[in-house]
């Protein structure tokens, strides 16, 4: 009659030795397996000693969009200071952040405050291009009531084909 309290005892002194083990193993680190291992710690590094470099900000920023991590773009962009982030290039890039994120209408907004910045000072051609054509679809999608295309990709596409017509209209 003992023989059994005694296995069951040791199975479940076992099975709690297991889980206070599995349990005290250090976490690991949030980015492991997202494929934004450690060639982004250089950079990461950078923008945290330099939070006045704008270039590594922006380079940054675009590791982080080209990645697929919107959220991780935006949250570095909130932190950079004022001045850094009335750069065009900064500007552009929190647009993008917002757009990735599914928030169209504040995107759109940074997008006209990137068109704002370049008119009050020298960008380069391809930063308001890229801004103008960003615009028109944000403002397209606005108008069809989407906030986050993947929500409603029938009408994010509807958005981008209306937006892409506007801009073969203005080459005519």
């Not at 083990?21 to 980015?31: C, G, K, Q, W, Y």
Request: charged share 25%.
């Amino acid at each position: 009659m003992q023989d059994w309290r005694w296995a069951a005892a040791w199975i479940l002194g076992a099975f709690g030795l297991w889980m206070v083990a599995s349990s005290v193993s250090p976490p690991l680190p949030a980015l492991v397996g997202r494929d934004m291992g450690p060639e982004l710690a250089p950079l990461e590094a950078r923008v945290s000693a330099h939070p006045e470099d704008a270039a590594a900000l922006e380079q940054l920023t675009e590791e982080y969009l080209t990645r697929g991590a919107p959220g991780l773009a935006q949250a570095a962009l909130d932190r950079a200071p004022e001045s850094v982030k009335a750069e065009p290039a900064i500007a552009d890039a929190r647009a993008r952040s917002l757009s990735e994120l599914g928030l169209a209408r504040l995107a759109l907004t940074a997008q006209k405050d990137v068109l704002t910045l370049c008119e009050q000072q020298a960008c380069p051609r391809g930063l308001v291009a890229r801004a103008e054509r960003r615009a028109r679809f944000l403002s397209q999608m606005v108008r069809l009531g989407v906030e986050d295309p993947t929500e409603q990709p029938n009408r994010a596409l509807l958005a981008y084909r209306l937006a892409v017509r506007e801009v073969s209209l203005d080459m005519r």
